[in-house]
């Protein structure tokens, strides 16, 4: 058989197929569609036999919906201005308290201590201070006042004379027995004391 024939049986079968479905009902449709011998012919016998069975289902028109109208446009409302806050910079640790040098504890007695600073008031202390005399003061008749460069102020427990302390002068104050201090001078002259300050 040519091709020609060949496509000319398929499209007669085609239609009469499809004649045949039309006075028949879907499932003898379907039926008639397993003679066919063609895969493509078949398949679409099938397809016309379904068809019957569900037909396109036509939405009706419905009128057109009049656009919506477009609102006016609404002018924009001011925001109020809000002032930047300004950053807080972190907080700052607290360093830990620094221990007092030991020049600074020399001659501190307990008495001192506690009203200076009630939490190092055992802290504890050199035995010897050396220091360079900032000022001198010998009120009459009254015991010799000695201040040094680090701030301490030191008084003579009893007057002696033939101590003669003066401005620059370098002397040491050391600690002697239940709680005394001895103030000297390179000289080896000395005297007792007792810190005021």
């Known amino acids: 058989m040519s091709r020609r024939s060949i496509i000319g049986t398929g499209l007669a079968a085609v239609f009469f197929a499809a004649a045949a479905a039309v006075a028949q009902s879907p499932l003898d449709a379907m ?23 569900n037909p396109p289902q036509v939405q009706p028109q ?47 007695t307990e008495e001192l201590r506690r009203k200076r600073n009630p939490e190092q008031a055992k802290a504890d202390v050199s035995q010897e201070l050396r ?10 008749g009254k015991s010799l ?4 460069e680090n701030g301490q102020v030191w008084v003579e427990n009893e007057r002696r004379d033939g101590l003669n302390i003066r401005e620059g002068d370098l002397v040491t104050i050391k600690s002697g027995l239940l709680g ?13 004391v007792r810190r005021v300050r």
Do not use: H, N, W
């Open 31 to 53: 039926r008639a569609c397993t003679a066919e011998k063609s895969e493509s012919v078949r398949l679409a016998c099938y397809d016309r036999a379904m068809a019957t069975l």
């Open 62 to 108: 419905s009128s057109p919906q009049p656009p919506e109208p477009i609102p006016p446009p609404v002018a924009a409302q001011p925001q109020p201005v809000t002032p930047p806050v300004a950053a807080q910079p972190p907080p700052q640790p607290v360093p830990p308290p620094v221990a007092a040098p030991a020049a600074e504890e020399f001659g501190m």
């Open 131 to 140: 220091a360079r005399v900032v000022s001198v003061a010998r009120p009459q």
């Open 145 to 148: 006042r000695v201040e040094l």
């Open 180 to 192: 005394s201090y001895f103030l000297s001078m390179d000289s080896g002259v000395a005297t007792r």
